[in-house]
């Protein structure tokens, strides 16, 4: 197929989620580097929205420039939609435009997002018919988290965080989602897990007690059992955020949780008004937040002609 053998499009607009992980259990670091995982994802109602058009080369703009998001050849969103063209054998290209409202280095998965949100868009503009399963097999070889940008909602993540499977979830929770102002390095966190742990497990625990909460819709029960190895890492590398956290748990929130590796961190509620209170508290104090739902769907399409 080429290029001329298309229909025309104007463009495709898909929107994607940001995660958080409710469970991250960690691993010590296989064979081939990376650290074996047990996370249960949930996505939540912070979206970027992709926007792609076709064009003679591959490229990518933002929507405001000065987010410090790569715009070469190492960007996700380009890396994903090659791999789209080359996965159909396909001689094609696009302009990738990115709105981003998911935080960056923020522990989110705001790359991940954006590079799901791409494959749907891509998949849509130039009528592919990618199979579900193919673009999961895509997705896994972008990122960990990829994948669960995909499907949404909620899910357990095994392997490093790729192989998804959605779970039962009867809750509503509402996150007050505290922002920092600079990012934290995800690598690093790792490393630094590797330092303070030199015992973990070859494999996480299953969070079998979350998973019974979410199915019955028990916050209080969800709040009680949310876990992420990475905090005791992301407290040292970030001492600032200790502060921060002081601060949330004085708002006598459900749960305080950093989100994946951090730095962004959450307050949990059962209802929105008992967040949007929460939220004016902490906004009082300084700190830049914003309320999110979760869970919420995956990568869907906003807009297409």
């Known amino acids: 197929?080429?290029?001329?053998?298309?229909?025309?499009?104007?463009?495709?607009?898909?929107?994607?989620?940001?995660?958080?992980?409710?469970?991250?259990?960690?691993?010590?670091?296989?064979?081939?580097?990376?650290?074996?995982?047990?996370?249960?994802?949930?996505?939540?109602?912070l979206y970027d929205d992709v926007t792609v058009t076709e064009a003679p080369d591959w490229s990518v703009e933002l929507v405001e420039p000065e987010v410090a998001v790569p715009l070469d050849g190492e960007n996700i969103a380009l890396r994903a939609g090659r791999a789209l063209v080359a996965?159909?054998?396909?001689?094609?290209?696009?302009?990738?435009?990115?709105?981003?409202?998911?935080?960056?280095?923020?522990?989110?998965?705001?790359?991940?997002?954006?590079a799901a949100a791409t494959l749907v868009a891509l998949d849509r503009l130039w009528d592919l018919e990618t199979t579900d399963e193919d673009l999961l097999r895509i997705a896994a070889e972008l990122g960990s988290d990829v994948p669960f940008s995909l499907l949404g909602g909620t899910a357990l993540g095994t392997?490093?965080?790729?192989?998804?499977?959605?779970?039962?979830?009867?809750?509503?929770?509402w996150w007050v989602v505290v922002l920092a102002d600079d990012g934290?390095?995800?690598?690093?966190v790792y490393r630094h897990f590797d330092e303070l742990h030199p015992d973990a497990p070859a494999e996480p625990a299953d969070p079998t007690a979350l998973l019974a909460a979410l199915a019955a819709g028990d916050v209080p029960a969800v709040a009680a059992v949310l876990e992420n190895d990475l905090w005791s890492p992301a407290r040292d590398l970030r001492p600032d955020l200790v502060e921060v956290e002081a601060d949330l748990r004085s708002m006598d929130p459900a749960a305080v949780l950093l989100s994946g590796s951090g730095p962004t961190l959450l307050m949990l509620f059962g209802d929105v008004d008992a967040a949007r209170v929460a939220l004016a508290d902490v906004t009082a104090l300084g700190h830049r937040a914003t309320i999110a739902p979760g869970p919420v769907a995956g990568a869907h399409v906003v807009h297409y002609g």
Do not use: C, W
């Open 1 to 45: 197929m080429t290029a001329a053998a298309l229909p025309p499009t104007t463009g495709v607009t898909v929107r994607a989620p940001a995660k958080v992980n409710l469970h991250l259990g960690v691993g010590a670091p296989r064979p081939d580097g990376f650290h074996p995982l047990v996370t249960v994802y949930q996505a939540v109602g």
């Open 87 to 114: 996965h159909h054998g396909l001689d094609l290209a696009a302009h990738v435009r990115i709105d981003k409202g998911i935080p960056v280095a923020g522990g989110m998965a705001g790359g991940s997002a954006d």
């Open 159 to 173: 392997g490093r965080g790729e192989v998804v499977e959605p779970v039962a979830d009867a809750s509503a929770l």
């Open 184 to 188: 934290l390095s995800t690598p690093a």
